[in-house]
């Protein structure tokens, strides 16, 4: 389970651990009451959480603030709105530490954290 903080745009928890080949269950809620803006969990390679950022700009709200098929993308869900859940599923990577974050404009500077992939 991880959520956002409130209204504000951080993640609680912002860091997760999970075993590498692991397949991950995992929920995602906008805890906001307030806030309008939506937000999404994405997952990315190590090192291009600005270039996600900047290229879900450029893509726009319509494409859930991601570029189709973003090959540095591992994993994302849809953008939820304040008060809604998501559960989605996805394949923990190679061990590592991978950045996720929240690609709504402005969000990803402060909504963002770390999932540790660990060996089996
Ligand atoms: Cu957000």
Known sequence: ???????????????????TGARVSLTF?????????????VLVKPGTMEA?????????E??????KNDPNVLAATPLIGK?????????????????????TPGHGEDMHGILHVTPN
């Open 1 to 19: 389970m991880i959520a956002s903080d409130g209204d504000f745009p951080y993640f609680v928890p912002d860091e997760l651990t999970v075993p």
């Open 29 to 41: 809620h906008h805890a906001g009451e307030i806030l309008t803006q939506s937000h999404n969990w």
């Open 52 to 60: 996600v950022e900047k290229a879900g700009i450029a893509a726009g």
């Open 62 to 67: 319509e494409n859930n603030w991601l570029q």
């Open 83 to 103: 008060g809604k859940h998501v559960t989605f599923e996805f394949t923990a990577p190679a061990p590592g530490d991978y950045p996720f974050l929240c690609t």
